[in-house]
């Protein structure tokens, strides 16, 4: 059985599926791992590091793709590497189903396995492959420090002999993972944060963290079985918005995080609530790559609106590559291990496992 990874396209995605510290994990599976030439360089891995720990490594991307029974990825592969793909062979990432649903349904007809990671099922035993969960929580950390270094004001209250600065508001929109870990970054570096979340169960979770919860009336019944978020209705958002209106004007830093699998990002922040912010202030939307929680925001661009910048950003994770990386490929690992039959040595789909049922493109 031989596992395999290319690069990504850099430009786009930074980190990798293959970490040398996994190999030797694959290899006492009985596994081979291979990546091609320069495969983690930019993230001061080199090939030596990969050969060390067993791993071979291949000139050229078409080989790696034509020699392994199993290909991880980030993201679904080039167009022309897609073709280079064989009937039996498997690959395995964030294959994102919703936008690539015709590239996904040639492979799946092709007899190629795909199986997409972000549909993984929010049960017990899927949390050491939760993709979602380890990647979300650096992109909550980051958000917090990144929009704090923007934020131009100090952020922990402090008492000095030419007077007393006030703590930082931080209002975190959307409390799951990515919004607990801003929660508890903020917390952390002496910030006063609010947190809203259509679903009632992050109450509790918010207050945990020392974060204050503003409740929406009629929030208790808006999470899905899987614990997502639902889509709201029209008088639900009537009253998010008056509530939120009045607790922007008194917000330095606002990050957003509410996001619908699948489905674009509900618009929470308008422009009217935008205009009544203070100058200064900072929102930072890690949902701009669905559209976006703020009705201004732009992707990778940081737009000014009377003073309130507005960052939209594509692909936080490109900014913590090597932690990002880290989990992520113990998380593939998991999934693999899941996957593979240790006395036949090859990939065993049993669709029974709801694991492999959800995540499997069909």
Same mark, same amino acid.
């Given at each position: 059985?031989?596992i395999?990874s290319? $690069?990504?396209?850099k430009?786009? @995605? ?6 040398? @510290? ?16 320069n ?25 790696i ?9 980030? %993201? ?5 590497e ?11 990432? +964030?294959?994102?189903?919703?936008? /690539?649903?015709?590239k ?29 969960? %380890? ?27 030419a ?21 508890? +970054? ?9 947190? +809203? ?11 945990s ?22 889509? !709201? %209705? ?22 957003? +995080? ?22 200064? $202030? ?25 003073? !309130? ?12 590559? !090597?932690?990002?990386? /880290?989990l ?7 999934? !693999?291990?899941?996957l ?16 492999? @049922? ?5």
């Open positions: 059985m031989i395999g290319i $690069s990504e396209n430009d786009i @995605e930074k980190r990798v599926a293959i970490t040398p @510290e996994i190999i030797k994990k694959y290899k006492s599976l009985g596994m081979e791992v291979c990546v091609n030439k495969y983690a360089d930019h993230l001061g891995y080199q090939d030596s590091d990969y050969e060390i720990e067993g791993a071979k490594i291949y000139e050229n991307k078409k080989d793709i034509e020699k392994s029974n199993v290909i991880l990825q980030l %993201s679904i592969l080039e167009d022309n897609l073709k280079q793909l064989k009937e039996g062979q498997t690959i395995i990432g +964030t294959l994102d189903p919703y936008s /690539n649903n015709e996904l349904k040639n492979l799946v007809n092709n007899n190629i396995n795909c199986f997409s990671l972000e549909l993984l099922p929010r049960i017990t035993r899927a949390q050491s492959m939760d993709i979602l969960s %380890s990647q979300a929580n650096l992109a909550g950390y980051k958000a917090i420090i990144d929009s704090f270094a923007i934020f131009e004001k100090a952020i922990p209250m402090m008492m000095t002999a007077g007393t600065i006030s703590a930082a508001k931080v209002l975190v929109v959307g409390a799951g993972v990515a919004g607990l870990q801003a929660i508890a +970054t903020a917390k952390r570096m002496g910030a006063i944060v609010f947190a +809203t979340d259509v679903r009632m169960a992050s109450k509790e979770q918010v207050e963290l020392g974060g204050k919860f503003l409740i929406v009336e009629g929030s208790e019944n808006l999470e899905t079985e899987g614990g997502y978020a639902k889509e !709201v %209705s029209d008088d639900f958002k009537k009253k998010q918005e008056n509530l939120l209106k009045e607790t922007l004007k008194n917000i330095d830093v606002v990050i957003c +995080t509410a996001l619908i699998p699948g489905k674009k990002a509900p618009v929470i922040i308008n422009k009217n609530m935008i205009n009544e912010m203070k100058s200064g $202030s900072i929102i930072y939307d890690l949902a701009a790559i669905q559209g976006g929680n703020a009705e201004l925001t732009k992707l990778n661009e940081i737009i000014n609106h009377n003073g !309130v910048k507005i960052v939209g950003e594509k692909n936080i994770l490109n900014k913590l590559p !090597v932690s990002s990386s /880290n992520y490929s113990k998380n593939v690992f998991n999934f !693999v291990s899941n593979y039959d240790k006395e036949k040595k090859q990939i065993t789909i049993n669709l029974e496992d709801e694991i492999v @049922e959800k995540t499997m493109i069909k």
